[in-house]
């Protein structure tokens, strides 16, 4: 069975703080990305990564910076937490190749930033 | 403008109901098309991927109209479990990305 698992579900942080998501996926796949969920809005990605220790910015990379330093992990870092950061974060993986790969997601984790 | 737009529901159906979603996308050069279901508190998953052809799976089909860039998901027969949110989800591929454009998603809810 295919899992994306990531690090907590649920987070609460102070404004300033850094925060660290992981992510990590058990597929041998060499696609990451992360993505945040609001009401309304849909998912936005965020960063993506096509292999070990390269990066994408995506639509939103603002107040974000991501680390792959080995291909099933995917690191999302905020580096001053802020209050407009406060959402449900989810990370995916699928294979390099067609772009009809399906993409797997992890059960997310909900994040507040006070 | 949003590059993917959805009624964003809720569609309230009594069971055993057909239901029909639009989708519409903004870049005309899109490659792949897909509906990803996502439950209450849950992450999304792949229901099913939208080809030029049309495609069918069970209750479920999906049509692409390039011309008119949209796609469509039509759930017949409906059931309970089919409550959930439906996304409409597009690949750019021709910018070199797999990352994925998600609309906002239309919620369905079956009722008895």
């Known amino acids: 069975d295919v899992k994306v698992t990531q690090s907590s579900r649920y987070l609460v942080k102070r404004t300033g703080e850094k925060v660290f998501l992981e992510c990590v996926q058990d597929?041998?796949?060499?696609?990451m990305f992360w993505y945040r969920q609001d009401p309304g809005l849909g998912l936005r990605l965020i960063y993506f990564s096509y292999d070990v220790k390269m990066k994408e910015k995506g639509d939103i990379p603002e107040g974000y910076s991501v680390s792959r330093e080995k291909k099933e992990r995917f690191s999302l870092i905020l580096e001053s937490a802020s209050t407009n950061q406060t959402s449900m974060y989810l990370c995916a993986s699928s294979l390099w190749g067609s772009s009809y790969n399906e993409q797997f997601f992890g059960p997310g984790t909900r994040l507040t930033v006070l | 403008r949003k590059e993917v737009e959805q009624d964003p529901g809720p569609f309230n159906v009594p069971e055993g109901a057909t239901v029909a979603f639009n989708c519409t996308y903004s870049n005309s050069a899109s490659q792949s098309f897909f509906w990803y279901r996502q439950d209450c508190r849950k992450e999304p998953k792949l229901l099913m991927s939208v080809y030029s052809s049309g495609n069918e799976d069970g209750r479920f089909t999906a049509q692409l109209n390039r011309a008119s860039q949209y796609i469509s998901l039509l759930i017949r027969d409906s059931k309970l479990s089919d409550s959930a949110t439906y996304l409409c989800v597009v690949n750019d591929a021709d910018t070199g990305r797999r990352a994925l454009t998600f609309g906002s998603g239309t919620r369905l809810q079956v009722q008895p």
């Open positions: 597929m041998d796949h060499e696609n």
